[in-house]
């Protein structure tokens, strides 16, 4: 009986838990544990869509390699029992330098998509931005969430199309928007060639047998309205069409002959920031300066466009130093540990953003795996800025990392 007692005093047991996809949730330790979860739970065009590149998916493995060729100088004995993430961008504190960048049909991940990415940024009240070619509203998003809102935007040839929807996030508070200048056409990604992907999905028989051995995304799927482009479908009185209707106008409406000039026809149009999503040289950087912008983003699409674009953290360095710092720059690409981001701000970046890794926990677990992905990026952040002796976000400095020489 002693011994029963000891052994009773010392140990716990966990409540089972019966769902083996919660446990795997539960145990996940980062970014990559994730995107195995949604792997699982997703059919296997979805997630090639979500998680493939561009043509040989170069630029996609080098954004994230590219984090691997800087390790960090870490200074020691500097108490760091008080962390602070918080920093200011466009005009407004943030408690965390990261975005929640635009992603487009969040909705073929889970039912809630775009509602639940926009309901944790604004628990952390930290920028959302809207995608053009979101599942949910501009209307919709608004109606969730009371945090930053920023809209992305893909330029139409039907500028009046695009002017309905620069009025209606600037009445429902919108911030800023974020021009996407890297689509003259669309990227080639050989993924979906192959899978034979559309989106909207389309039924046939490949998507029902991936539906029937998925049945978690298919149930989810398919107790919900039908995905469309919501903020096309019904802008400016359009009607709502079919999804392939709509598909067939993006694909017709993708303008190419999108130039500096046009900076000013949005400036006349949109009275918040805008900011350049899409830059991918110091040259245009800084014309970017030159036109008036609020701030860049150097990204490459996640590797989803030009095949052998730069990595975003290799531009950092060289657009500070070309615009003397005057521009505030957003890291887009690549980033899936805390250190990560650190690293990016010691280049220069202002603040970074988050695509890919939320839309792995929505795939994964919904809204807590947003949330749940977005408190491993911050945990990740604020025990690399201890280790390495920063306390806050002005502390983190050029001199905090150097190229790996051993490479």
């Not at 900076?263 to 970017?288: C, N, P």
Request: charged share 20%; proline share 5%; hydrophobic share 40%.
């Amino acid at each position: 009986m002693g011994l029963l007692r000891t052994l009773q005093s010392v140990a716990s047991f966990a409540r089972p838990t019966l769902s083996a996809r919660k446990r795997r949730f539960d145990r996940a330790a980062n970014i990559d544990d994730l995107r195995l979860i949604a792997k699982r739970r997703l059919p296997g065009g979805i997630f090639d869509y979500i998680d493939g590149g561009a043509e040989d998916e170069v630029s996609l493995h080098r954004n994230r390699d590219a984090y691997q060729r800087y390790e960090f100088v870490p200074r020691i004995l500097r108490d760091v029992s008080n962390i602070d993430t918080s920093t200011t961008f466009l005009g407004r504190t943030l408690p965390s330098p990261l975005i929640f960048s635009p992603t487009g049909f969040t909705r073929i991940a889970h039912s809630q998509g775009e509602l639940a990415v926009a309901r944790v940024a604004a628990a952390h009240q930290l920028p959302y931005c809207l995608s053009t070619l979101s599942t949910r509203s501009i209307e919709e998003v608004a109606a969730v969430s009371n945090g930053p809102k920023w809209f992305q935007v893909y330029v139409w040839k039907d500028r009046a199309l695009v002017h309905d929807m620069l009025t209606r996030a600037e009445s429902l508070g919108y911030e800023a928007i974020m021009l996407t200048v890297d689509t003259a056409v669309l990227g080639r990604r050989e993924r979906d060639v192959r899978r034979g992907f559309t989106l909207p999905p389309k039924l046939g028989p490949g998507t029902l047998i991936d539906g029937i051995t998925h049945p978690s995304w298919t149930w989810d799927f398919v107790r919900h309205d039908p995905i469309t482009f919501a903020n096309i479908s019904g802008a400016a009185g359009r009607a709502v069409g079919t999804a392939v209707t709509l598909s067939d106008f993006i694909s017709e409406q993708f303008d190419p002959a999108l130039s500096w000039d046009d900076i000013a026809w949005f400036r006349e149009r949109w009275k918040g920031h805008i900011i350049l999503k899409g830059v991918q040289s110091v040259d245009d950087a800084q014309l970017a300066l030159t036109h008036g912008v609020d701030a860049i983003a150097l990204s490459n699409h996640g590797g989803r466009q030009l095949d052998g674009a730069p990595a975003p953290i290799d531009l950092i360095a060289p657009v500070v130093h070309a615009t003397h710092g005057a521009l505030p720059i957003i890291c887009d690409g690549g980033i899936r540990r805390g250190g990560d981001i650190v690293k990016a701000l010691a280049h220069g970046a202002s603040v970074c953003t988050m695509g890919r890794s939320y839309l792995y926990g929505l795939g994964a677990a919904g809204e807590a795996g947003v949330e749940r992905a977005f408190s491993m990026l911050d945990s990740e952040m604020r025990r690399t800025m201890s280790l390495a002796g920063v306390r806050t976000i002005a502390e983190i400095s050029p001199s905090l990392v150097r190229t790996v020489s051993h490479q």
